[in-house]
């Protein structure tokens, strides 16, 4: 009798691709009993050795399987029992509403040789993997365990790795689980303290249902209430500076100032006298030089969430959950990935000719095809686990809902750029000496587009066209102008810029990122308004379980994108909260990254092996332990702030 091999996906959609693909078609589907969308595909399949020729059961969970949380006893909120919560017992069972899941794979491993794990490759499924083969046990405690490594649900693909099983990573498993207990231990201690502390003075602070804290949370808000202060505390500074122009062969060409500007009128006013009396000005240096604007690297998870809410007008969190779904359907490789270089064995035209049948870019792939295909720039990032983001079939956009087209043609085309060649084109600068001050003009002329003909969210446009000059040669400039101006504030953040400050400062990871957004909108702890939608506003009043800069100064300008592109806004709370915090005068204060950035390292030092689970656990409650008890001590201190900033902001 062939043995029986029980397959577990992270994902219904996951498991039915991957029973039709190994099944060929053939397959038996049968229903769980308690829960609507989990099946039991039934089919056999040839794993090779050691396994041969098997029965397979392939069926799913519905991400986690199981969650942490306190015993009874420690449910009820109080104040005198949060920093309880730090030592507290806590329990793991299966979480309420999957019984019927967990039932299923329980039973289904008291007939099976071995477990099959197809959970996502990356540390969230590896934990996810472990919870399976804990069900798995439950039935059979001898069964033996393996996973799949795979990226995408491509039919060879999912053959390839169906006949390479590996064993699941105990050290990633270890990571996420102390990741687990610290966001519950933290989460419980601070969101409860807090909740009771600040509830209780009233107005804006008592209409939160509940104040929340998260060790990612707090920092991403950090980062939204330090630009709001930077915008609100702006000083604009009034600068002058000089411009040339001369017409000539019928063009008017500008000079630019190579000082730029200076924040001293009177000085400026002498320089530019200067350039007056010099009358003539004299051509130092004439430059022509072909140049190239590179192509795109290929695609990671926290540039598809920048560039999604920079082009694509999505917030992050519903850019991934577009992407996901296209992976679960196959038109896409797994969006979960910090690689930007594809491996060199990897066979990319394969996957432009897919492509070639599209009216919009078909053309474009074709020419590739055709020899103009060209093997990606490699960036700096490899996670070992995924390839970067890229097209795995052909869908027609016709048969997407709008939005999913939008993101899966982003994705395509970004593929499709990075097989490109380098845009083309040829720099022409003039320089000039003028009153012994150096002026310069530039022209670009664009020869070649390449990818720009497939990517049109880049852009890279002639510029004006200088009329013949010659080194060494004089003439006296048509116009001479003193100008001034003032410095602008920067824009509040916005989403684009808030990735950013998070994936430099290691909050969240690639895949939590969009969460930990979402959630201080869900919280009010920030509201969103459109940038150049109307002026400045003011300040009103597969989830995760379980440093500012100074304020105000002079200088700076706009960051970003402009249009419709969301800002974050901190509301009364948002402030209220960061101010309180970093007035009571912690080592590290809890809106700064530092801490969570700290355990980030620490989980990755996990990964490889450096550090326990443990160890790791204790050194981070220590830390948090010690700001707990100071914010204890100074607690009349962050009420009073709190208070303070709440009554201020309404006026």
């Known amino acids: 009798m062939a043995p029986r091999i029980l397959c577990v996906a992270e994902k219904p959609s996951i498991a039915k691709s991957v029973a039709n693909h190994l099944s060929g078609g053939h397959v038996n589907t049968r229903n769980v009993p308690g829960n609507q969308y989990v099946k039991n595909y039934e089919f056999e399949f040839s794993f090779g050795q050691p396994w041969g020729n098997c029965s397979v059961t392939m069926t799913s969970v519905i ?28 329990t793991i069972s299966v979480d309420k509403g999957k019984e019927s899941i967990a039932g299923n794979i329980t039973q289904q491993a008291r007939f099976s040789k071995a477990l099959f794990i197809w959970t996502d490759c990356d540390r969230e499924g590896e934990h996810i993997g472990s919870e399976v083969r804990q069900a798995a046990f439950e039935g059979n405690p001898r069964i033996e365990v393996k996973r799949a ?65 998260g060790s990612c949370q707090f920092p991403t808000l950090g980062f939204v209430v330090d630009r709001y202060f930077r915008v609100k505390n702006f000083v604009p500074e009034q600068f002058w500076s000089i411009k040339v122009m001369h017409h000539r062969e019928d063009m008017d060409v500008t000079f630019l100032w190579r000082q730029h500007r200076l924040f001293d009128r009177m000085s ?122 890229h097209p795995v079939s052909y869908v027609a956009p016709g048969s997407l809902e709008a939005n999913d087209r939008r993101v899966y043609e982003f994705v395509v085309r970004r593929f499709l750029a990075c097989c490109s060649d380098d845009a083309k084109g040829e720099s022409t600068t003039v320089e000039i000496e003028y009153g012994s001050e150096i002026f310069f003009a530039s022209g670009l002329l664009v020869l070649q587009k390449n990818y720009l003909l497939v990517y049109p969210y880049d852009k890279w446009e002639s510029s004006q066209q200088l009329p013949q000059f010659t080194v060494g040669e004089t003439f006296e400039p048509t116009e001479a102008n003193m100008t001034d101006g003032e410095t602008s504030p920067p824009g509040y953040l916005t989403e684009p810029e808030l990735i950013s400050l998070m994936d430099a400062n290691g909050i969240g990871t690639d895949a939590t990122m969009a969460e930990h957004i979402a959630k201080i909108k869900e919280r009010e702890y920030v509201m969103i308004q459109s940038r150049g939608g109307g002026g400045r506003g003011e300040p009103g009043g597969r989830g995760s379980r379980g440093s ?36 009571i005068g912690l080592d590290t204060s809890l809106g700064k990254p530092f801490l969570r950035k700290e ?15 443990n160890d790791f656990i204790q050194e981070t409650l220590e830390q948090y332990r010690e700001a707990f008890i100071r914010t204890q001590q100074q607690v009349e201190l962050l009420r009073a702030v709190c208070l303070s900033l709440a009554s201020t902001m309404k006026k």
């Open 63 to 90: 991400g986690h399987l199981t969650g942490t949380d306190f015993s009874s006893q420690y449910k009820k909120w109080q104040i005198s029992t949060c920093q309880q919560l730090f030592e507290a017992p806590v």
């Open 149 to 213: 490594v795979f990226s995408n649900t491509e039919r060879a693909h999912v053959l390839r790795a169906a006949q390479n099983p590996i064993p699941l990573d105990e050290r990633q498993v270890n990571a996420v689980a102390a990741r687990i207990e610290l966001d519950l231990r933290l989460g419980a201690v601070f969101t409860r303290f807090q909740t009771l502390t600040l509830q209780a003075l009233g107005g804006d602070l008592a209409n939160a249902r509940v104040i929340s804290y």
């Open 268 to 389: 400026t006013v002498i320089i530019f006298e200067r350039c007056l009396a010099a009358r003539l000005a004299k051509v130092t240096k004439l430059q022509k030089k072909p140049t190239s604007k590179w192509r795109p690297l290929p695609l990671t998870t926290v540039e598809l969430q920048k560039l999604g809410s920079r082009f694509l007008r999505m917030d992050s969190q519903r850019v991934m959950k577009i992407a996901e779904e296209l992976y679960n359907k196959g038109w896409i490789s797994y969006p979960r990935t910090e690689t930007d270089q594809f491996d060199q064995g990897m066979d990319l035209r394969r996957l432009v000719e897919k492509q070639t049948q599209d009216h919009a870019w078909g053309p474009h792939a074709q020419e590739l095809l055709n020899g103009a295909f060209r093997q990606p720039r490699g960036g700096r990032n490899n996670d070992q686990a995924h390839p970067p983001i």
């Open 548 to 583: 500012r800069g100074g304020r105000g100064g002079r200088g700076g300008g706009n960051a970003g994108s402009s249009g419709s592109v969301q800002q974050f806004i901190p509301t009364t709370l948002g402030v209220a909260l960061i101010e309180g915090y970093d007035s």
């Open 599 to 613: 355990m980030e390292i620490k989980m990755k030092e996990i990964c490889a092996g450096r550090k326990s689970r």
